[in-house]
């Protein structure tokens, strides 16, 4: 029951993102949630934060995801906390052109106020 509600929460953060609804896609993160990506040369410290970084990627390179495609779902379950892995394939547009990102992920889920919501999020490239 609980990994299939974490897998529910990761199911609906992967698809917000994947049409580019930001408020869902941001509203299934903790406030105080971190954010490690290959693309960004620190850590985010919250989810505002990586709203402004976001904000910049539009404004700087026209950023936009295209689409986005989870595989290779794994859940563990740690108590109240829920770490979900995946390889993630996201169609991402700028002003450059389409392009394809083949890379891998890891957010860390736990339960607050009855809801499993994101508080650590790390992306690396997929090996080739």
């Known amino acids: 029951?609980?990994?299939?509600?974490?897998?529910?929460?990761a199911e609906a953060l992967v698809q917000a993102f994947g049409r580019g609804d930001l408020e869902a896609?941001?509203?299934?993160?903790?406030?105080?949630?971190t954010?490690?990506?290959?693309?960004t040369d620190r850590l985010l410290t919250s989810t505002e934060?990586?709203?402004r970084e976001w904000a910049r990627w539009?404004?700087?390179d026209g950023f936009q995801v295209v689409s986005c495609e989870s595989t290779d779902v794994v859940?563990?379950?740690?108590?109240e906390t829920g770490v979900f892995t995946h390889r993630v394939r996201t169609t991402v547009r700028t002003n450059d052109g389409e392009d394809v990102l083949h890379e891998r992920e890891?957010?860390?889920?736990?339960?607050?106020?009855g809801r499993w919501l994101g508080v650590h999020e790390h992306l690396s490239p997929a090996p080739a």
Do not use: N
């Not at 029951?1 to 929460?9: P, W």
């Not at 896609?25 to 949630?33: I, L, W």
């Not at 954010?35 to 693309?39: D, S």
């Open 106 to 113: 890891t957010i860390v889920f736990a339960r607050r106020d």
């Open 58 to 60: 539009v404004a700087e």
């Open 49 to 51: 934060e990586y709203r």
């Open 1 to 9: 029951m609980v990994e299939a509600e974490v897998r529910a929460a």
């Open 75 to 79: 859940v563990q379950l740690l108590g």
């Open 25 to 33: 896609y941001f509203g299934s993160f903790a406030e105080d949630a």
């Open 35 to 39: 954010f490690l990506f290959h693309t």
